[in-house]
């Protein structure tokens, strides 16, 4: 069964503490990793997109990895303004196109 | 370029009532999604649409309905409410219906049932 798991579920750094977050997925044929983030009382907002192990994408102080196994979601030097929920989902190539979510990590930044 | 926009944002029902919910998708989008977000449940794909016809469906009860009109707008429609219908329901859309690396949400209806 597919299925997508995020760690851990929160998180609590201090203003320019770096850390990771994680997605760790089971699908039978990966066709991408999608990561959003959530802000409270809005709509998940698109970050990146992943198609293969070994790719990275970057957007300011975020920056997404790709391996077959999981990925990881990068913060470097946060501000107080990244404090959001992110969420992970996947997508399988015999998934009809339907994204399998995470229940997310919720980040908070302390300044 | 206006985003998506979902009405009403916030609803309150009661037991065995029915309800519907209105997107629109940012112009030009064709595809709609439908997706109900609940604390232990996590985001749940409902539905999709695409050129008013339904794409996808995901595991929920036939209660669960939608529709999208011509100018791609959509309506979800949930009959006899029960509790745990209570929720976020989010609407996304995007320009083909397999860009889902461009999925835009809007800022979704919370319902309560009572």
């Known amino acids: 069964e597919d299925q997508v798991t995020q760690s851990p579920e929160a998180l609590r750094l201090q203003e320019g503490e770096s850390s990771s977050l994680n997605c760790s997925y089971t699908?039978?044929?990966?066709?991408?990793l999608f990561w959003y983030r959530q802000d409270p009382g809005k709509g998940p907002e698109f970050l990146f997109t992943l198609y293969s192990a070994g790719e990275e994408k970057e957007k300011e102080r975020l920056k997404a990895t790709l391996t077959k196994k999981e990925s990881f979601l990068h913060i470097t030097a946060p501000k107080p303004e990244d404090s959001a929920t992110y969420l992970c989902?996947?997508?399988?190539?015999?998934?009809?196109?339907?994204?399998?979510w995470g229940a997310g990590t919720k980040l908070i930044i302390k300044p | 370029k206006a985003g998506v926009t979902q009405t009403p944002r916030y609803l309150i029902k009661t037991r065995g009532q029915q309800v519907t919910l209105s997107c629109s998708p940012i112009s030009g989008h064709r595809s709609v999604s439908w997706y109900q977000q609940t604390p232990g449940q996590g985001l749940q794909f409902l539905f999709e649409y695409f050129s008013e016809t339904q794409r996808n469906k995901g595991n929920f009860p036939g209660r669960f309905s939608g529709r999208q009109f011509s100018n791609s707008r959509s309506e979800m429609n949930v009959s006899t409410l029960e509790l745990g219908d209570s929720a976020l329901y989010l609407c996304?859309?995007?320009?083909?219906?397999?860009?889902?690396?461009?999925?835009?949400f809007g800022p979704g209806t919370r319902l309560t049932v009572l």
């Open positions: 996304a859309s995007s320009l083909e219906a397999t860009s889902y690396n461009e999925q835009f």
């Open positions: 699908v039978s044929g990966l066709r991408g």
């Open positions: 989902a996947v997508q399988a190539w015999d998934s009809n196109y339907q994204l399998i």
